[in-house]
């Protein structure tokens, strides 16, 4: 049953303080696994939301982590990078009780009917009911370790302490130990970003732990019926190349869920509008395009697949447009930082660096970015602006040209439009009526005007002081 704790920072001040009072309480003791289990049970029975904060998994890896995790199961996830592989295993934690008891005291965290380390257990013989109980939040029941290549047993599992060692106990003393990360999440759950790449001979370490529930170090046994899960997480170009996970521990994974990319369109905008901290505000016509930029870069053959066009990459170019607009603002004296499409030409020369290009592709690197950016901006226009007959505004430009530019500020783009109805429907549909502010205004304009170029209704010109001129 889940806790009856309430939720908060630290638990009632009412709460059991001993192993006497613990049991009078009717507190009942759960394994790990029955404690999600039971837990994500509940909360798709009440329709309550157990992934708070993941999008696009809904119909795919969400219904598949669900039925590994109720059928009690350690867990690999398989993906690219950016797919949200951390952020989902981070999620299974709140499907733990908010609160559980523990030893007060106790190295790993036991619980104070299963004692199983041999100084817990010596405590529980000789106070009995008089055992102090301490309560422990679910963060603290969850533990990460980036797999790296300098990872160590010792870092896993444990090893001697010398320090004890030197106090008086013998080597073969099971409390010379000194656990490591493993045991230490006993009644926790335990996750290994990027298992791939732990050495062989480390993750032969885990093989124990995962079926046996012991441990071994420096060259004795001591038993340890550890109640952990277990979650990992891979990426398949490591999986299949630069490391691998070895045979025997990739037997004792009971599920291995592939993660993937938004599949949609709408998901992907989600994702950015959830993630991004942006310094001014971005309309969403040009989230969109920053959304269709990204899956774009994921289908072209320029763009080696095999590394990933990682979800933060879009991230990052919705926070370099705000940052672009503010920084307009800034120079042009605006009140109000307001995106405009002209910010969207700082993405492809910030960002290069964030992407693998396949081989042969060397120096057409910008061009191949430009060359996309320019399509998702069309398609974004085409989709947000369909029905709207564009013609009336294309030729009241071209005897009134509309000057923009990153050193434009948005009064001066409104200034030089032309007053046609037509604006006013692309004001209504890009979310741009009804203020007095220039920016959301301009915006709109720029979106219709760069949709009129991109189609070769209008042309734009580039002048020495980085502005342009639609005509």
């Given at each position: 049953?889940?806790?009856?704790?309430?939720?908060?920072?630290?638990?009632?001040?009412?709460v059991?303080?001993?192993?006497?009072?613990?049991?009078?309480?009717?507190?009942?003791?759960?394994?790990?696994?029955?404690?999600?289990?039971?837990?994500?049970?509940?909360?798709?029975?009440?329709?309550?939301?157990?992934?708070?904060?993941?999008?696009?998994?809904?119909?795919?890896?969400?219904?598949?982590?669900?039925?590994?995790?109720?059928?009690?199961?350690?867990?690999?996830?398989?993906?690219?990078?950016?797919?949200?592989?951390?952020r989902?295993?981070?999620?299974?934690?709140?499907?733990?009780?908010?609160?559980?008891?523990?030893?007060?005291?106790?190295?790993?965290?036991?619980?104070?009917?299963?004692?199983?380390?041999?100084?817990?257990?010596?405590?529980?013989?000789?106070?009995?009911?008089?055992?102090?109980?301490?309560?422990?939040?679910?963060?603290?029941?969850?533990?990460?370790?980036?797999?790296?290549?300098?990872?160590?047993?010792?870092?896993?599992?444990?090893?001697?302490?010398?320090?004890?060692?030197?106090?008086g106990?013998?080597?073969?003393?099971?409390?010379?130990?000194?656990?490591?990360l493993?045991?230490?999440?006993?009644?926790?759950?335990?996750?290994?970003?990027?298992?791939?790449?732990?050495?062989?001979?480390?993750?032969?370490?885990?093989?124990?732990?995962?079926?046996?529930?012991?441990i071994?170090?420096?060259g004795?046994?001591?038993?340890?019926?550890?109640?952990?899960?277990?979650?990992?997480?891979?990426?398949?170009?490591?999986?299949?190349?630069?490391?691998?996970?070895?045979?025997?521990?990739?037997?004792?994974?009971?599920?291995?869920?592939?993660?993937?990319?938004?599949?949609?369109?709408?998901?992907?905008?989600?994702?950015?509008?959830?993630?991004?901290?942006?310094?001014?505000?971005?309309?969403?016509?040009?989230?969109?395009?920053?959304?269709?930029?990204?899956?774009?870069?994921?289908?072209?053959?320029?763009v080696?697949?095999?590394s990933?066009?990682?979800?933060?990459?879009?991230?990052?170019?919705?926070?370099?447009?705000?940052?672009?607009?503010?920084?307009?603002?800034?120079?042009?004296?605006?009140?109000?930082?307001?995106?405009?499409?002209?910010?969207?030409?700082?993405?492809?020369?910030?960002?290069?660096?964030?992407?693998?290009?396949?081989?042969?592709?060397?120096?057409?690197?910008?061009?191949?970015?430009?060359?996309?950016?320019?399509?998702?901006?069309?398609?974004t226009?085409?989709?947000?602006?369909?029905?709207?007959?564009?013609?009336?505004?294309?030729?009241?430009?071209?005897?009134?040209?509309?000057?923009?530019?990153?050193?434009?500020?948005?009064?001066?783009?409104?200034?030089?439009?032309?007053a046609?109805?037509v604006?006013?429907?692309?004001?209504?549909?890009?979310?741009?009526?009804?203020?007095?502010?220039?920016?959301?205004?301009?915006?709109?304009?720029?979106?219709?005007?760069?949709?009129?170029?991109?189609?070769?209704?209008?042309?734009?010109?580039?002048?020495?002081?980085?502005?342009?001129?639609?005509?």
């Amino acid at each position: 049953m889940p806790s009856d704790l309430p939720r908060g920072d630290l638990p009632r001040a009412d709460v059991p303080r001993t192993l006497g009072e613990l049991r009078a309480s009717g507190h009942q003791l759960r394994g790990v696994k029955d404690e999600i289990r039971q837990n994500l049970i509940d909360a798709l029975r009440s329709g309550a939301d157990p992934w708070p904060g993941i999008v696009g998994f809904e119909s795919t890896v969400l219904p598949q982590l669900e039925r590994a995790l109720i059928a009690g199961h350690d867990v690999v996830l398989l993906g690219e990078r950016g797919q949200g592989k951390t952020r989902l295993l981070r999620s299974i934690a709140n499907l733990l009780d908010e609160w559980t008891p523990v030893i007060e005291g106790s190295e790993i965290g036991e619980h104070p009917y299963e004692p199983i380390t041999p100084a817990s257990r010596r405590r529980a013989a000789e106070l009995g009911d008089a055992l102090p109980v301490a309560w422990r939040h679910r963060d603290e029941r969850y533990t990460e370790k980036l797999a790296t290549p300098d990872t160590a047993v010792a870092d896993l599992i444990g090893d001697v302490d010398p320090v004890r060692v030197a106090e008086g106990r013998s080597l073969g003393d099971p409390e010379t130990i000194h656990y490591g990360l493993v045991p230490r999440a006993h009644r926790g759950i335990v996750t290994i970003n990027e298992l791939p790449d732990l050495a062989e001979r480390i993750q032969v370490s885990l093989l124990n732990v995962m079926e046996e529930r012991d441990i071994q170090v420096r060259g004795y046994t001591l038993r340890l019926p550890l109640d952990i899960l277990l979650v990992a997480s891979a990426n398949p170009e490591d999986y299949t190349n630069r490391g691998r996970i070895i045979t025997p521990l990739k037997d004792r994974f009971g599920a291995e869920v592939r993660t993937h990319y938004p599949l949609e369109l709408a998901d992907e905008i989600a994702l950015v509008e959830q993630e991004a901290e942006l310094v001014a505000e971005v309309p969403r016509h040009l989230i969109e395009v920053v959304a269709r930029f990204t899956r774009s870069l994921r289908d072209s053959s320029a763009v080696d697949q095999a590394s990933g066009v990682s979800a933060r990459f879009a991230v990052a170019a919705a926070e370099t447009v705000a940052a672009a607009a503010l920084r307009r603002a800034a120079i042009t004296g605006e009140g109000r930082a307001y995106a405009r499409p002209v910010d969207l030409d700082s993405v492809p020369a910030v960002l290069r660096g964030k992407l693998e290009f396949a081989s042969g592709e060397e120096g057409r690197e910008t061009e191949h970015l430009v060359h996309l950016l320019r399509r998702a901006t069309a398609d974004t226009a085409r989709f947000r602006l369909r029905g709207i007959d564009l013609n009336a505004l294309a030729e009241a430009v071209s005897g009134n040209p509309v000057r923009t530019g990153e050193r434009i500020p948005a009064r001066e783009v409104v200034a030089a439009l032309p007053a046609t109805a037509v604006l006013t429907e692309v004001a209504s549909r890009l979310d741009a009526g009804g203020t007095e502010d220039p920016g959301p205004m301009a915006s709109a304009a720029e979106l219709a005007l760069e949709l009129l170029y991109l189609t070769r209704r209008l042309t734009k010109d580039e002048t020495d002081d980085d502005s342009v001129s639609y005509r």
